[in-house]
């Protein structure tokens, strides 16, 4: 069975630049979560998909952050502009089966640095 | 808010040593308490969970010990080895389709 793929492994961009992160799910599973992961933190959820749907986007910095998942399968999540804040792990993970949030799949992120 | 709390930040045992993590948390509500384990460049995986339902739970050398009293739960890892030196995140949540909160990890490193 394939796993969380992201992409790219890594990005460093300036401040005020702006920046996309692709995730892919394991095939079926229809919960898709984007969490930021900074150094020293535990992950933190930034935005929750179920199938296409936006289900918790409540910690999203909407001003600056976006998140899209069309068809409910693949997604993307953007950065614009970056801070120098927004250096992290930018990491994914998708569910499947009947308890949703039990058991989390996580991809091994993507490392974004903001200079 | 951080709703889920633990301790140390970082351990060292020697090989063969038990290390335990605890962590602590507020939300009477929580019923799913699981524990993730991330080896550097990784990301998260699923350790082992427990319910409070129950005290214990053991799955191979790791076991959850869980008092709701106390609202805490606590990570050992049995005869430790090297291969165990990770990254160990505790984390709580609602059954269903309420996302995890996760505590801020602990780094063990196991010594031969």
């Known amino acids: 069975e394939a796993g969380v793929a992201q992409s790219p492994r890594y990005k460093i961009i300036e401040k005020r630049q702006s920046v996309a992160f692709w995730c892919n799910p394991i095939?079926?599973?229809?919960?898709l979560y984007w969490y930021q992961q900074i150094l020293g933190q535990g992950p933190k959820l930034l935005i929750q998909?179920?199938?296409?749907?936006?289900?918790?986007d409540s910690q999203l910095p909407k001003d600056r952050f976006s998140a899209e998942r069309l068809k409910g399968v693949d997604s993307t999540l953007k950065i614009q502009p970056a801070k120098l804040e927004d250096s992290a792990v930018y990491l994914c993970?998708?569910?499947?089966?009947?308890?949703?949030?039990?058991?989390?799949?996580f991809g091994s992120g993507t490392q974004l640095s903001v200079l | 808010q951080q709703q889920v709390k633990q301790s140390p930040q970082s351990l060292i045992v020697q090989k063969g040593g038990i290390p335990i993590i605890n962590c602590a948390y507020e939300?009477?509500?929580?019923?799913?308490f699981p524990w993730y384990q991330q080896f550097p460049g990784k990301g998260p995986a699923l350790l082992i969970a427990i319910r409070p339902d129950v005290s214990e739970k053991k799955e191979g050398r790791f076991t959850i010990s869980f008092n709701k009293s106390a609202k805490q739960f606590s990570l050992h890892i049995m005869d430790s080895q090297p291969g165990d030196s990770a990254t160990y995140f505790c984390a709580a949540t609602l059954s269903g389709n309420t996302p995890l909160v996760f505590g801020k990890g602990t780094r063990l490193s196991v010594i031969a």
């Open positions: 998909f179920q199938n296409n749907g936006v289900v918790d």
């Open positions: 939300n009477t509500a929580f019923d799913y």
């Open positions: 993970a998708s569910s499947g089966g009947t308890a949703l949030n039990e058991k989390l799949f």
């Open positions: 095939s079926g599973h229809a919960t």
